[in-house]
């Protein structure tokens, strides 16, 4: 069965960088992406980005360019997603989960997301 | 602010029928027919209930189902019971500068 297994939970100081790991099982991991999304406490799901496993292209939201880097081994079928300069408003759950992607209109693009992790959470405190 | 807009709750009794709308614009709902849908129960990963407006995934309830009308997406739960008590959150492709886009979600009570 599919399986998606994150690392654990992290408290990281304002400024400091974080690394989530999401070791995926049960399917051939270069056949699918990994996208990562994040809920901060009591709020709804914000898409951060996406990694084909196949080739390691990423698409990253406007929002997070340049502070985030996702990332995919294919020896051990682990995804990574790094956040870098960190504020207290990334205190987050971050999910990992595996993406069906199309391609439409000579664009790859996400499709939908139908197995996830079970979430890591990150909490950015001084 | 999220791109799609959803009623914050919703309510029904057991066996009833509810319907949670997710509005979008011509640039993200309007204009592709990849909106997803999924549940959120309490300290839980979000799971997949409707994929390309009205599809179903194996394994998931056919209580559960998709539809859309111009921008706004719906998705319908008949026959509630008290186990579809959760969040319920849209998603839309939206375009090469904002790929993926989310409602703010809808908190499903039942009564």
């Known amino acids: 069965q599919v399986q998606l297994v994150q690392s654990g939970a992290e408290v990281k100081k304002p400024g400091a960088s974080v690394k989530v790991s999401c070791k995926a099982s049960g399917y051939t991991f270069t056949s699918y992406g990994i996208s990562w999304v994040r809920q901060a406490p009591g709020q709804g799901l914000e898409w951060m980005g996406w990694?084909?496993?196949?080739?390691?292209?990423?698409n990253y939201a406007q929002k997070l360019q340049g502070r985030v880097t996702m990332t995919t081994d294919t020896s051990t079928s682990t995804a990574y997603m790094e956040l870098r300069s960190l504020r207290s408003d990334d205190t987050a759950v971050y999910y990992c989960a595996r993406v069906f992607v199309i391609t439409f209109g000579g664009v790859i693009v996400n499709d939908y997301f139908d197995y996830w992790g079970q979430g890591t959470l990150v909490t950015v405190s001084s | 602010q999220s791109a799609l807009t959803q009623p914050a709750s919703v309510s029904g009794s057991p066996g009833q029928s509810i319907t949670i709308s997710c509005t979008g614009t011509s640039s993200d709902v309007g204009s592709y027919n990849l909106v997803s849908w999924y549940q959120q129960h309490p300290g839980k990963a979000p799971k997949l209930m409707i994929y390309?407006?009205?599809k179903r995934p194996s394994g998931v309830s056919n209580r559960f189902s998709g539809s859309k009308s111009g921008n706004t997406a719906s998705l319908t739960i008949s026959g509630l019971q008290a186990e579809d008590e959760a969040d319920y959150y849209c998603c839309s492709y939206a375009g090469s500068s904002t790929p993926v886009v989310f409602g703010g979600g809808t908190k499903l009570t039942v009564l």
């Open positions: 990694i084909s496993a196949y080739n390691g292209n990423t």
């Open positions: 390309e407006v009205s």
